[in-house]
């Protein structure tokens, strides 16, 4: 099985080239061409994704099979056979399949060289056509009753969603936009002010279409709507209804209803029928705690079927539509369109047990290939010159068992950040045993490392996403990133509130001796900037969210500042997530209303995502502009992973942080308020890769040094541990690089010493960063920061009139927008948020004396 050692070797050459020159990397998202907020959103609730299990489907005319995208390739099968034939084999991921009327051939998106375009595949020769080549996104795409009509979506023209209908000439495709774009006037923040049209599916005789749309709508992806392609072409409403990407709706073939995906009332998609006559309520077809999506009606009107995920991963369901009688689409046995072999992995310990990992294979047609019992899960970015297609991984208990094509095979291990990253190239076959151990090696840590416990402070456990998750899960997930401690932040996606029902004061009892999972939350509003509540001790603190104009939560009340107080009532840590992707300027002229400064001057932040979903440097630079205030916030590391997503900005623990806990802790509860509280008192550092430690004069970060009129030295020393390597190696002082460290041979490891001269009080700290991304760290570029080590001078702290300045003109803008709100509920709460910010720059005043 094993390449000859000349041929690793020579290729190895290659591949750490490449690694090599990330610092010239250019990170970029998946299917950048798409104009429209939000990526991370409708990238995983509406675009097609990798997973293991079926993702979409289509009936044959006669009712008696079905077609369905599943692990990135086509496959048909008889709804009375458990044996699956498998269509197309790449190149690229197949996914979305609509069969003809005719039954001789099968439209579906194709995933390859960074765009999504329709193809036909012939049944009877299996040859595939590309009908589409505008370098877009192209999905959805629908026949006509006639089989002369495509209806479909495309990105093509303006990089937004809009409908296309295009007739079928010869093979080719001849297609213009449904409508003409339009910009909604209504604000909208988490979808485009340019309205979109989406899910084409046509009426039974084929005179319009039905499909979701957003005309003045400012919440959700729209409402159902009918337009007829003859005569009058004004659209119809059919159902006003919030929906969220996923809506999909199916017409009858009686062309009296319409099946959707719906959350209405609930937490959770489920299947929902209502009239095409706008007139009738819709009631529910299916019930559960799951997603139930992708629906599709067969041809003679007596059964849906559909993608449901109540196991987990997703599966298909075929349901009577009388009597609901329920059968899943069972594939037991594969036929695999090309020559195929088995592969074995196997990931242990130094002990030689088997332990949790992530896991990447690429095969030698350079698809990426995962178990049949894994999620498959895809980063939400990647350069373009190293590779073409985004990394996808799955997560392994140890033991792992794949199928994939012959020949070489490339294998990428991670487990968390105190392991080196491990790479291999087999050359598998058919004919051989193909397997393969492989153990992960520890880094080389400093001695004080051992107290030092890692922990993600933003997860979402179940967010919309193609999966279902459960504590069970995110805690084998956070073991397969090595992380001890997680928090799954609860939290509204539109209406609903998925892992609600999750909430407790104690940890999960699925933590296990390595994780600890506890359930917390997330106060939701983009108007103040979205807080961390950790540790919360005894209930959800609703509501979630304020300041959604155009609803029963108008007001700007409650303000960041109450609701943190009230979670410091809870014993909870309050923290600042995915903050800036540029500092904020006070004299721009767009509004400004985030209300970090307030918050921290009134010290309620406890902790701040320097490392999260946002530019870390850009975010450091506000965070040091506050320690020069004297204001004392840890850093902290959150990856905000929606963990039940396909596609995601992750895995778990991708930025993290680490928390020093001194006192040994048995209980859950122990657990948690030994990390909570290293977490409050400073004792952390923040990173997505490299590790990195501080002590000056003897003290750890968050400490506090104080020194006499007449001292002017300190000594550090200092500790650098990475699993890729980095560019800059620096010490912090007040803001400023005090001193830049030369690192050699491979940039992952240092260990520094020496003594500095300071001009007053301040704080220190230690960073390591990158210029630019590296494939092997999902993030944009690496990065690593300790919290810092206070120093003031006879019992004084830190002042400056910069930073005040910054921060008083920054909350005089917020003035602005409190005064000229015009949505409370009553003036009291005008008024309290006008008295937390004039104590707020009552503080900020101090620090200019």
């Given at each position: ?163 296309f209908v295009g007739d079928l000439l010869e093979d080719s495709l001849v297609a213009a936009p449904l409508v003409e774009e339009r910009e909604s006037v209504i604000p909208r923040y988490y979808y485009s002010s340019f309205d979109h049209e989406l899910s084409p599916v046509w009426l039974p005789d084929g005179s319009g279409l039905v499909y979701v749309s957003n005309p003045e709508i ?632």
């Amino acid at each position: 099985m094993q390449l000859s050692k000349w041929l690793i070797g020579m290729l190895f050459l290659v591949i750490l080239a490449g690694f090599s020159t990330a610092a010239q990397a250019d990170r970029e998202p998946v299917l950048k061409q798409i104009r429209v907020p939000h990526d991370y959103y409708f990238r995983e609730m509406y675009l097609p994704q990798l997973t293991s299990g079926p993702s979409s489907l289509a009936w044959s005319p006669d009712g008696k099979e079905i077609i369905y995208s599943m692990q990135g390739s086509l496959w048909r099968q008889s709804v009375d056979s458990t044996v699956a034939e498998q269509l197309t084999a790449g190149p690229g991921y197949d996914y979305q399949p609509d069969w003809s009327p005719d039954g001789q051939s099968i439209v579906f998106v194709r995933y390859d060289s960074d765009a999504m375009e329709l193809n036909t595949l012939d049944l009877a020769s299996g040859e595939v056509t590309q009908l589409t080549d505008n370098g877009g996104v192209n999905l959805e795409p629908r026949w006509s009753p006639d089989g002369a009509r495509l209806a479909y979506v495309s990105t093509e023209i303006t990089g937004r969603f809009h409908v296309f209908v295009g007739d079928l000439l010869e093979d080719s495709l001849v297609a213009a936009p449904l409508v003409e774009e339009r910009e909604s006037v209504i604000p909208r923040y988490y979808y485009s002010s340019f309205d979109h049209e989406l899910s084409p599916v046509w009426l039974p005789d084929g005179s319009g279409l039905v499909y979701v749309s957003n005309p003045e709508i400012p919440y959700g992806t729209g409402s159902i709507w009918m337009r007829s392609l003859e005569g009058d072409t004004t659209p119809r409403l059919v159902r006003k209804e919030e929906t969220a990407w996923k809506a999909r709706p199916a017409v009858s073939p009686d062309g009296k209803r319409v099946a959707y995906s719906s959350y209405l009332g609930r937490q959770w998609h489920q299947l929902w029928v209502t009239g095409i006559d706008g007139i009738a309520e819709p009631f529910p077809l299916t019930y559960g705690e799951y997603e139930v999506t992708a629906a599709r009606w067969s041809a003679d009107g007596s059964k849906v079927a559909y993608v449901a995920n109540e196991s987990g991963d997703t599966e298909i369901r075929v349901q009577e539509i009388i009597g609901g009688k329920v059968r899943k689409l069972v594939v037991g046995e594969k036929r695999y369109l090309n020559a195929v072999a088995d592969l074995n992995i196997r990931i242990v310990d130094d002990a030689g047990k088997p332990v949790a990992a992530r896991v990447s294979v690429v095969a030698s047609d350079g698809r990426s290939y995962a178990p049949v019992d894994s999620w498959v899960h895809a980063d939400d970015g990647f350069d373009r010159s190293l590779s073409d297609f985004e990394t996808q991984y799955f997560h392994s208990a140890g033991d792992s068992r794949l199928t994939v094509p012959p020949g070489v095979i490339r294998i990428t291990v991670w487990r968390g950040m105190e392991y080196e990253i491990e790479r291999r190239l087999v050359n598998i076959s058919a004919q051989s045993d193909n397997s393969i151990q492989i153990s992960p090696t520890p880094l080389n840590m400093p001695d004080e490392w051992s107290n030092w416990q890692s922990g993600d402070v933003h997860v979402h456990m179940n967010y919309g996403g193609a999966y279902r998750n459960t504590p069970e899960n995110l805690v084998f997930q956070a073991e397969a990133e090595d992380l001890d401690v997680i928090f799954n932040l609860i939290v509204n996606k539109e209406q609903r509130v998925p892992d609600i029902a999750y909430f407790s004061g104690e940890p999960d009892t699925a933590s296990s001796d390595n994780t600890l999972l506890m359930h917390s939350q997330e106060f939701h509003t983009s108007f103040w900037g979205h807080m961390g509540l950790i540790g919360l001790d005894d209930h959800l603190l609703v509501p979630d969210y304020s300041a959604y104009p155009g609803t029963g939560a108008a007001s700007i009340y409650p303000d960041n500042a109450t609701i943190a107080a009230l979670a410091h009532e809870q014993q909870a840590a309050v923290g600042y997530v995915h903050p800036f992707y540029a500092p904020p300027d006070p004299a721009a002229d767009e509004p400004l209303t985030n209300a970090l400064p307030v918050d921290a001057a009134l010290g309620l932040v406890d902790y701040y995502e320097v490392v999260g979903f946002a530019y870390h440097r850009p975010s450091a630079e506000v965070w040091y502009r506050l320690l020069n205030c004297g204001i004392r916030i840890a850093a902290a590391g959150g990856t905000d992973a929606m963990a039940n997503y396909a596609s995601l900005r992750g895995p778990v623990g991708i930025n993290r942080t680490y928390v020093n806990v001194a006192d040994e802790a048995s209980s859950g509860s122990d657990r948690r308020d030994a990390w909570l509280n290293g977490l409050k008192a400073g004792h952390t550092m923040a990173t997505n890769g490299p590790l990195v430690g501080l002590t000056v004069n003897g003290r750890e970060q968050g400490s506090e040094i104080v020194l006499s009129a007449d001292e002017g030295s300190v000594r550090f020393s200092g500790s650098l541990r990475s699993i890729v390597p980095v560019d800059h190696l620096e010490l912090v002082y007040n803001g400023q690089v005090l001193q830049s460290f030369t690192l050699d041979g491979e940039r992952t490891t240092a260990d520094v010493s020496g003594t500095v001269m300071l001009d007053g009080p301040g704080w220190l700290l230690l960073r390591a960063w990158s210029d630019a991304a590296n494939p092997l760290i999902f993030d944009i570029y690496p990065y690593a920061t300790t919290s810092p080590v206070y120093v003031s001078v006879e019992g004084k702290r830190i002042q400056s009139s910069e930073a005040a300045d910054y921060f008083i003109d920054w909350i005089n803008r917020i003035r602005e927008s409190v005064e000229t709100h015009s949505d409370y509920n009553n003036d009291a709460e005008r008024l309290a948020i006008l008295s937390n910010l004039d104590r707020a720059t009552e503080v900020y005043e101090m620090c200019r004396q």
